[in-house]
């Protein structure tokens, strides 16, 4: 049975930093479609940093600069450092891993992921 166990959400003041971390049982990460995702009320998924089945890393634009992913193959943990947090950053971040297709290239989509974690807050005031 896979479960990914999201930690490290919280609130915080704009310009701090957070580190969430994604540790895998029953599943070993590899550097190929895994990442993370955030999600607000009423708005679609999004990913913000993945790598693709290509093993390609990708950031959205809008945290380019301020967040660093990072993968731990002995703790079998994937990590999203988070830095210079504003308040849009405000969100329910989700870890991912696995394509569901067999592919995903870029960000990716939702869909293009079998294994989720349950979800971790970030709260980012102003």
């Known amino acids: 049975q896979v479960q990914l166990v999201e930690s490290g959400g919280g609130s915080v003041q704009a310009g701090g930093s957070l580190r969430l971390s994604c540790a895998a049982s029953?599943?070993?990460?590899?550097?190929?479609?895994i990442g993370w995702f955030r999600q607000t009320p009423g708005k679609e998924r999004e990913g913000v940093a993945i790598?693709?089945?290509?093993?390609?890393?990708s950031y959205a634009d809008s945290v380019k600069g301020r967040f660093t992913f990072s993968l731990d193959n002995a703790k079998n943990t994937m990590y999203l450092q988070m830095n210079n947090l504003k308040p849009e950053d405000t969100a329910t971040y989700y870890c991912?891993?696995?394509?569901?297709?067999?592919?995903?290239?870029?960000?990716?989509?939702?869909?293009?992921?079998?294994?989720w974690g349950q979800g971790t807050q970030v709260t980012v005031s102003s």
């Open positions: 790598i693709d089945s290509d093993s390609n890393l």
């Open positions: 991912a891993a696995e394509c569901a297709r067999g592919w995903a290239y870029g960000l990716g989509t939702p869909g293009d992921f079998e294994y």
């Open positions: 029953g599943y070993t990460y590899a550097m190929d479609c």
